[in-house]
DNA sequence: CACCGCATGTTCGGCTTTCGCGATATCGAG
DNA sequence: CTCGATATCGCGAAAGCCGAACATGCGGTG
């Protein structure tokens, strides 16, 4: 076994020469040196200096302690600066909603990762609910999330508002134009998960005054929403950006009545402030850079 | 500053979820842990872990420290272990010989690597007279070298001889068949350098009853020996293996009398059997394995 | 060739600092 | 109030360091 002292002292030795110069070097007695690497050797029972009457030399054996404790110690000494001086670095813990992917994620990470290259991202996606109980049990350090499903005494910085769109596959569904909520809720829908509040809303949007429920199914992914409402399975409630990036032939919106529109949906980054309030700032800080309010 | 101890302790706190259950773990007293804790957060001026009346949970910086540790422990183990277990690893420093670039030394290399996977090299190339030196001087590990330069008190392996031949580029020169020591002494001739002992043995054999020394050049490149030769500068001693790897029809062998054929050049594998015997040993057997005598 | 100074590493006794233990105080939640 | 957790404190053991004395090799000098 080994310590950062001893490698730093072998090192001392390897750099200077000798005892005698490495003890001028360390501000340690030429004797406790000769101890402390005689104990050493001892420990790990290999010969780290060959000595001889006029001085010391590295062992075959002391040359490979030395070569790898020299990466050692430099990475001992990045991270206590790292540390101390607080430098934005190590593992952030994001977790991110899926519409966000789409929108303002990669800019963000560009945007982050160019201020601060140390940081690294560990990015999870999942639905909001999920990810604000991560927030609470410190699972994850940063979120973008529905503003509304935000755990109370957490952090939160508003993002531009996702506008959404009914859509449809004009080859399976026809419906009337302007389209009213009665027309809309005929049909089967494809939204978000229904633990999400989109979900609930457009569930509110179209039962009120109606005998029976809307249908409306729960994807947890935007790709399979889009691949269902393709083939017809549905009509989809859908970010525009989405459609955007990923434009196809068979998909178009909807022209609906104003009473029938979805509201925009209200995203914020959101972290402890206690815990994480540094890179949640700092994330905040990004986010308003790339786009501005 | 932080120890090795230090984040071991650490890391028994988060394992085992606090400090009262990392002292079973660890063998230390609750006390102990805490007080090495309050240390170490004082001297790096952080917080490691924030405590309320129920348990210890890790802060930010706590987080990071924790992960980096986890790398430098590891890192620390596998020293430990390659050091004390004997394990073949770390930095050779080899020497060869230009020739043996293109004869033994990949195959050698291939062999080394599969049987001891954690062997880095650093290869020279340079005269075995400057190698020698660095072998004495310990800046080389192993040398794969001419025999008769090898240092007093090395041990040395020999590998299998490499022929030599008189090469001409037929365009500029014209021989007699078979040519004679003359015919050759007469054109300047182009070997190795004049340092090393081929070269010497060159001068021998042409000087012995003529009037006027031969004209031999010396270059430690075979690519420029071979390149002067083509080009008509001179007639070239090379190894055999080398035109058989670079062949060229600007170059043909020269048929010469018994008494003027070059020696074979005598390669051997060398270390300091003190220092460096157990990677030398291991390099003298994949020799034998890859080029059985 | 013997001697002596110089430089280097080693060993040893004594002292200081660090570290751990055990008992006890303190704190927050149920 | 009690339980389960951490914090604090005094004591003692161990580790680590210092300085001095000692051993060894090299090179200059008479």
């Not at 509304?148 to 996702?162: H, K, N, S």
């Given at each position: 076994m080994f310590g950062f002292r001893d490698i730093e002292i072998i090192r001392s030795v390897v750099r200077y020469g000798g005892f005698r110069a490495a003890s001028d070097a360390t501000g340690l007695a030429q004797s406790a040196?000769?101890?402390r690497i005689r104990h050493l050797e001892d420990r790990m029972g290999i010969t780290i200096f060959e000595r001889d009457g006029r001085g010391v030399r590295l062992s075959a054996p002391g040359r490979r302690l030395c070569d790898e404790a020299e990466i050692l110690i430099a990475q001992r000494d990045r991270i206590l600066g790292e540390l101390t001086q607080g430098v934005m670095a190590g593992v952030v813990r994001l977790g991110v909603a899926e519409t966000m992917t789409h929108t303002i994620l990669p800019r963000l990470l560009t945007n982050l990762g160019q201020r601060h290259p140390m940081l690294r991202f560990e990015i999870s996606v999942d639905t909001s609910d999920q990810m604000g109980q991560g927030l609470k049990d410190d699972t994850l350090d940063v979120v973008i999330m529905l503003r509304?499903?935000?755990?109370?005494?957490?952090?939160?910085?508003?993002?531009?508002?996702?506008t959404m769109g009914w859509f449809v596959s004009p080859s399976h569904f026809t419906l009337p134009d302007p389209a009213d909520i009665d027309d809309l809720a005929a049909l089967p829908i494809v939204s978000f998960p229904k633990t999400t509040s989109p979900h609930r809303k457009v569930l509110q949007l179209l039962t009120p005054g109606r005998r029976q429920p809307a249908t409306v199914h729960g994807s947890a992914s935007i790709a399979t929403m889009l691949h269902l409402v393709r083939q017809g399975f549905g009509i989809g409630t859908i970010p525009h950006s989405i459609v955007e990036a990923w434009p196809h032939p068979m998909l178009r919106e909807i022209n609906v009545r104003p009473k029938a529109r979805l509201p925009?949906?209200?995203?914020?980054?959101?972290?402890?402030?206690?815990?994480?309030?540094?890179?949640g700032r700092e994330v905040a800080r990004a986010a308003l850079e790339i786009n501005p309010i």
């Open positions: 040196i000769s101890r509304d499903q935000a755990p109370r005494g957490i952090a939160l910085t508003p993002v531009p508002p996702v925009d949906l209200e995203f914020g980054i959101c972290y402890d402030a206690e815990r994480n309030g540094e890179i």
